[in-house]
């Protein structure tokens, strides 16, 4: 009798310390392991769908003008009807949650399984359309949702334990898409919180490095962009291009900014109301002028333009043009403003590597690639306004230890051009439709 006393006094100690593992780490772990997961998945998809769609059209872009407008019209409706809080890129629903007035009450529209098949679902539709979008931004939405269902394996859920794993799951989700976990940790401070919490650094780091395990051992230890081949050593007269360069992407990352923002002002009401009663109508209009444009450069400004940035950031071969950054800033705003789910950041990125090849055009004796590197910063930190974010995630992507401080000078002078135009663009999204009283659905984030 003694003998099965102590055997069940050893049954309920290790079954309180196993709960006690659980509910302190291993839920945690296990949300962040799945959240590695799907970006290694949603990323091999997204690789996936745009190839098929560049089959479907190699010697016949003319089944563009059928494929896209079909596409993107789906698209449009099926974000409007079952997934109305996945559009966009995800970063301003993050913000939202974490910051807004209401937000316990925004959360779980913004957050969850529905969000999460309807980001990686739509998104891989308009991929696969020809769409300029991108699917880094959305993992961010992705990784927020995974570890927001987390919390319904814990037994005492809280605002605070909500908004630990929304922060955490985020910024895993970006650590996760571009196998960049330093930039993870500091897009959550720069971009997300706007400030450094103690409390929740411990949660952050451990979740980052459960999703870049994740991501190592799936997809191995690779550079999102390859490794550039660029001097470590630059002489003074380099600082010339650099400012230059700066204040180029930080005067178009602003101009971008404002088309995103200021829609009012540029739609007409007409085409504002069309949007707002007619979303096949919308959509497929869209989708024709995104067609249309992708003829005229030759295919060029389908898809997120990661191919024409990797090219001419390692110096290969390409037919890229000059013209190539105005054209794929159109696609973009064209492809966001449908209002389906879908990132900037890859897009970001290559308008930024198109302004690289303008200025290695005008200096000719400057290393390509050195130039593309700069204006990848320089473009990317108007756009979100976070210079250090910027900075962290292409030094990481293309190993470029000898450019730092041309990358961080030209992410400060950027980001602070841009900011004499317009506020930070994911923080100013998240405002216009979740700071409200009330939320705006014909408005895009």
Same mark, same amino acid.
């Given at each position: 009798m003694l003998l099965h006393h102590r055997i069940a006094a050893i049954f309920r100690l290790t079954r309180r310390k196993l709960r006690h593992l659980w509910l302190s780490y291993g839920?945690?772990?296990?949300?962040?392991?799945?959240?590695?997961? =799907?970006?290694?998945?949603?990323a091999q998809w997204a690789n996936d769908v745009q190839a098929q769609f560049g089959r479907w059209i190699a010697d016949r872009e003319w089944l563009a003008l059928l494929i896209t407008p079909t596409l993107t019209a789906a698209c449009v409706w099926l974000t409007r009807k079952y997934f109305d809080g996945s559009e966009g890129s995800g970063i301003p629903q993050v913000i939202a949650a974490l910051h807004a007035p209401g937000r316990r009450l925004l959360v779980p529209q913004l957050f969850g399984l529905r969000i999460i098949i309807g980001k990686i679902?739509?998104?891989?539709?308009?991929?696969?359309?020809?769409?300029?979008?991108?699917? &880094?931004?959305?993992?961010?939405h992705v990784g927020a949702s995974v570890m927001y269902e987390m919390r319904r394996f814990y037994p005492r859920s809280s605002a605070r334990l909500e908004r630990n794993l929304l922060l955490a799951g985020a910024a895993a989700? =970006? *650590?996760?898409?571009?196998?960049?976990?330093?930039?993870?940790?500091?897009?959550?401070?720069?971009?997300?919180?706007?400030?450094?919490?103690?409390?929740?650094n411990g949660t952050l780091i451990t979740a980052i490095v459960f999703s870049g395990l994740v991501s190592l051992a799936l997809a191995g230890n690779y550079l999102y962009f390859g490794q550039i081949s660029a001097p470590n050593m630059f002489p003074i007269s380099f600082a010339v291009p650099v400012v230059i360069a700066a204040v180029l992407c930080g005067a178009a990352g602003g101009v971008f900014n404002l088309l995103l923002l200021k829609q009012t002002r540029w739609i007409p009401k007409k085409l504002?109301?069309?949007?707002? *009663?007619?979303?096949?109508?919308?959509?497929?209009?869209?989708?024709?002028?995104?067609?249309?444009?992708?003829?005229?450069?030759?295919?060029d400004t389908w898809g997120s333009g990661y191919d024409q940035a990797r090219a001419l950031l390692l110096n290969e071969p390409h037919t890229t043009g000059l013209l190539y950054p105005i054209t794929k800033m159109l696609?973009?705003?064209? *492809?966001?403003i449908t209002g389906i789910p879908g990132g900037l950041f890859s897009p970001s990125l290559s308008i930024g590597a198109g302004f690289g090849h303008v200025m290695s055009a005008i200096f000719s004796g400057t290393s390509p690639s050195a130039l593309v590197a700069i204006c990848m910063v320089g473009y990317l930190a108007a756009v979100t306004q976070s210079p250090l974010t910027s900075f962290i995630i292409v030094m &990481?992507?293309?190993?470029?230890?000898?450019?730092v401080l041309p990358l961080m000078a030209t992410a400060l002078i *950027?980001?602070?051009?841009?900011?004499?135009?317009?506020?930070?663009?994911?923080?100013?999204?998240?405002h216009q439709k979740y700071f409200g009283t009330h939320r705006h659905a014909a408005t895009p984030v």
């Open positions: 839920f945690f772990w296990v949300g962040a392991l799945l959240v590695g997961l =799907l970006a290694v998945l949603f679902g739509v998104g891989l539709l308009g991929m696969l359309g020809g769409l300029t979008i991108g699917r &880094e931004g959305p993992t961010v989700g =970006l *650590s996760g898409a571009f196998n960049t976990p330093l930039a993870g940790i500091v897009f959550a401070i720069e971009e997300i919180t706007r400030s450094f919490e103690a409390r929740t504002r109301d069309v949007r707002a *009663s007619r979303p096949l109508l919308w959509g497929g209009g869209l989708g024709l002028l995104i067609a249309l444009l992708g003829i005229a450069t030759g295919g696609a973009l705003v064209l *492809s966001y &990481e992507m293309i190993n470029g230890g000898g450019l *950027s980001s602070r051009i841009a900011n004499l135009l317009t506020p930070p663009l994911y923080e100013a999204l998240a």
